[in-house]
């Protein structure tokens, strides 16, 4: 070892007693390639009586330097916290798992009981996973509190070895009567996509300890993204969820949604950059009205979410005491959009918590993005197929127990003929037959097929007309099917609000939905349902949110719309 790097290493031990049993090489920019090269920090090592924490990170270990220090751990029995990131730079990818094996046996020796494993920023890929295998299957690591292997460069065959490896931890410790609570779970920036981020959350899910989550940017679509979510709803404690720069769409963000309505701790949500988009954002608004009391943060950043679905969001705040910061920057709002926010959330005396709006992409061009959904959708499925997913089309539900429903397949209706006959080719005269077999179009109006329902809303509401036999028939036909509609969860009404507004051509929704050709009896009966009781005050504010700021859409019918704007504003009010 040379004269200078001894006098470095010399000068660098003198500082490394931190208290609380703590020993820190942090940031000292050594290479420590032989046994010769960590004799100091060895001696450290051994003398230090109670060390309970060791920091190596910032520094480059060699396979000979890491028996060494292994050899010095062995009877380290109280150590606890090893902050081992970054540890590996300019090494050959073959000499990582060695060294990471030397340092695991050495723990194992020990008889350690760490609550801290951190090898961020270590690219040792899927066999760096395996170089950690029989550490993490220990007892050693029955105890572990936080796991971080942030940029590691794991992969899809990492993610699912360390994901078998967590549940083979989680098995042995349930029977020793030690069982796992980890708390703290980072692998950000790994390229886990579907299937190691599908694997790692049926781990998730046995644990059910989780208190922070980040996996941000790592390639993971809706797919994924629904296999973490019913994890999370196992996870009763979790308090932060970052999943940053991943793809949700609509799919992906209707299952976090439902998740998240099931946990009442979370204070963090990061889904920025996760194409969360409009009925994404009408979702999260749901489950912000109706649960996650304690919330301080939220970032639906660079979202694809236009001005209507921003305010509905701004809305859904209004009862979130503990709220710090809301992040819309980035979406789709324009500059009228911007401002109406900024207004929206000073109302509520929480101007200040909106992050700047300044990376704002302006209102989107209709042409442009309907072409670029279909092509996201088509790559969807592409990967999807890839993957090994079957997939969810864009009429996917979430149901309650938080796996999907497939719109494409229903149960086969048991609808009497007449009533099928009605739905191919609905008139006035047909449903006026019909009589007391209306209640028969109930079935057809599941909660789970948001588009069939509302489908079938709309085609009872087109035969709208001023004869009173068919105006009352027709208005006592669309109170019963939307009663039943919005008597569901607040995700599940709201979900069947934007359905409604999208096939109106109010809201930009996803994929290739085609809409129906509006006419004045939609509007009427929409009308005539915000006067009623079962259509919440909330459902209304939606409903107005959304319709004033799209006004155009609705210019063939503008008579009714007038009526039916004023009819919401009235009952903002009540």
């Known amino acids: 070892m040379a004269s200078d790097d001894i006098s470095q290493l010399v000068h660098a031990l003198s500082k490394t007693h931190l208290g609380d049993g703590e020993l820190s090489y942090k940031g ?48 380290k029995q109280q150590l606890q916290r090893c902050y081992w990131s970054d540890l590996f730079t300019g090494r050959l990818r073959s000499e990582i798992p060695m060294a990471l094996k030397s340092l695991g046996s050495g723990l194992m020796t020990a008889g350690a009981r760490l609550t801290v494993l951190d090898l961020s920023d270590n690219a040792f890929g899927p066999d760096g996973v395996k170089g950690i295998d029989q ?42 009567g030690t069982p796992l609570t980890l708390r703290v779970f980072v692998a950000g920036r790994n390229r886990l996509e579907n299937e190691g981020a599908s694997a790692l959350a049926k781990a998730f899910q046995l644990m059910g300890s989780l208190e ?10 809706h797919a994924g993204v629904t296999a973490l ?27 976090m949604a439902q998740a998240l309505g099931h946990l009442r701790n979370v204070q963090v949500i990061n889904f920025g950059d996760c194409l969360v988009r409009c009925e994404g954002a009408i979702a999260m608004a749901a489950v912000l009205r109706e649960g996650l009391p304690v919330l301080k943060e939220l970032n639906l950043s660079f979202g694809e979410i236009t001005e209507a679905a921003a305010l509905v969001v701004a809305q859904a705040l209004v009862d979130k005491p ?21 207004e929206a959330m000073a109302a509520q005396d929480k101007g200040d918590m909106l992050v700047s709006l300044s990376d704002d992409e302006g209102e989107p061009d209709e042409e442009d993005n309907d072409d670029e959904e279909e092509h996201e959708d088509e790559d969807d499925d592409d990967a999807d197929a890839s993957n090994g997913y079957n997939g ?16 494409e397949s229903p149960s086969k209706s048991q609808c009497p003929e007449e009533v099928l006959s009605f ?10 037959q019909l009589g007391e077999m209306r209640r028969h179009l109930l079935p057809e109006v599941n909660i789970l097929h948001p588009h069939k329902a509302v489908d079938v809303l709309l085609k009872v509401a087109s035969l709208y007309c001023e004869e009173p036999v068919v105006k009352t028939t027709v208005l006592e036909t669309f109170d019963m099917l939307l009663r039943k509609l919005l008597s569901s969860s607040a995700l599940q009404a709201y979900i069947i609000t934007s359905t409604l507004l999208v096939l109106m051509g109010v809201l930009k929704g996803e994929g290739k939905r085609k809409k129906v050709a509006l006419v004045p009896g939609h ?43 004023s009819a919401l504003e009235k009952r903002c009010l009540d």
């Open 28 to 75: 000292l920019g050594l290479k420590l390639d032989n046994a010769e090269s960590v004799e100091g920090l060895v001696q450290e090592i051994e003398q230090y009586q109670d060390l309970r924490a060791l920091r190596l990170e910032g520094n480059t270990l060699g396979v000979d330097a890491a028996r060494a220090i292994a050899k010095a751990l062995e009877s």
């Open 135 to 176: 550490l993490l299957r220990s007892a050693a690591c029955h105890t572990l509190r936080e796991l971080r292997l942030n940029n590691c460069g794991m992969g899809i065959g990492g993610g699912k070895i360390l994901a078998e490896v967590l549940t083979e931890c989680q098995r042995r410790s349930l029977a020793e």
């Open 212 to 221: 922070e989550v980040h996996m941000p940017q790592n390639g993971i679509n």
């Open 229 to 255: 979510a019913s994890a999370m709803r196992h996870n009763k404690d979790l308090r932060v969820l970052n999943l940053n720069d991943n793809t949700f769409t609509k799919r992906g963000t209707m299952a």
């Open 322 to 342: 503990h709220m710090e910061k809301v992040d819309l920057n980035g979406n789709c709002l324009g500059e009228e959009g911007c401002e109406a926010l900024r």
């Open 392 to 407: 969810c089309n864009e009429d996917d539900f979430v149901k309650e127990n938080g796996m999907m429903a497939n719109e």
């Open 423 to 432: 739905l191919e080719c609905p008139s006035a005269e047909k449903l006026l």
């Open 523 to 565: 509007l009427l009966c929409l009308e005539h349902a915000v006067q009623q009781d079962y259509l919440a005050q909330h459902h209304a504010s939606l409903l107005h949110c959304i319709l004033s700021k799209n006004r155009e859409a609705l210019k063939s019918c503008s008579s009714s719309v007038d009526r039916l704007i």
